[in-house]
């Protein structure tokens, strides 16, 4: 068994050059895994847990699909919105929501105070994720997101 208090989980902030992009996370199952030795001898936790608290004004991340991924979320305080492909739908406290691989989405605090959730995901090793408003992919293994161009199936083969 691993145990740890959720006091004992370190906050990080993540914040985008102009702001528009913020919050707070505590990276619970990571916290676990240097704690107690999860993922040694090639062993891997199958799920990811974060504690996620949105600033009011604030939106968690780009807009953005996973290749492989899905994520859970579960909504303790406040008020948002959550931003699909089909639309925007409030949430609040108490609501819960699945995000399936190739779904866009995007979480924005319209309310007053923090939005807080939690996010359990599946983690897959090798997920790729798309910005469908700038056209921008995350690979894995690189820092930073890339753009693409079309190409037919054999440019560049032959």
């Known amino acids: 068994m691993n145990k740890i208090n959720l006091a004992a989980v370190p906050i990080e902030q993540s914040r985008s ?3 528009r992009f913020r919050r707070y996370r505590q990276q619970i199952s990571r916290a676990l895994t240097a704690l107690n030795g999860i993922g040694r001898d090639g062993l891997r936790q199958p799920f990811d ?3 996620v608290r949105l600033p009011a004004g604030a939106i968690n991340w780009p807009f953005h699909s996973h290749s492989i991924q899905w994520e859970f979320y579960l909504v303790v305080a406040g008020r948002g919105q959550v931003r699909t492909a089909e639309g925007t739908i409030d949430v609040r406290e108490g609501d819960c929501l699945v995000h399936p691989p190739g779904e866009p989405h995007q979480i924005i605090n319209t309310g007053a ?3 807080v959730y939690y996010v359990i995901a599946n983690d897959p090793e090798s997920d790729v994720c798309h910005y469908p408003d ?3 992919w995350s690979l894995p293994g690189q820092p930073n997101p890339v753009r693409t161009r079309p190409t037919g199936l054999y440019d560049g083969e032959e």
């Open 49 to 51: 847990v974060e504690l």
């Open 17 to 19: 050059p102009q702001g």
């Open 134 to 136: 700038t056209d921008r």
């Open 113 to 115: 105070s923090d939005l």
